[in-house]
């Protein structure tokens, strides 16, 4: 699983890349990736409108939005499957009359 770092660290680590410090000398002094390092740049400039793209907030709901669907799709089966069920089973009041 993805380590998560808090936003402020994130912010930070961008403002020391923007400062002029190279990646590699960030990374190893924090013990992170460069890659992450040039994610969090290229995020940093999405929410600034430097770069197009879903800003953070945008990508959060679109995340949360996703989560949504895939549980109602989850649920619509189960739902489905359950009528499947209860369609083909016969009543017990049915039985006895026969």
Known sequence: MPKRYPAEFRRRVVELLEGG?????IAHDLEIG??????WRRQHEIDTGLRPGLNSVEAAELQAARKEL?????????????????????????????
Do not use: F
């Open 21 to 25: 410090r190279p990646a590699a000398e």
């Open 70 to 98: 895939a549980a109602l799709r989850m649920e619509n089966n189960i739902l489905r499957r359950a009528n499947d069920l209860l369609r083909t089973t016969s009543s017990p009041k049915d039985d006895s009359r026969r």
């Open 34 to 39: 460069t890659s992450t390092i040039y994610l």
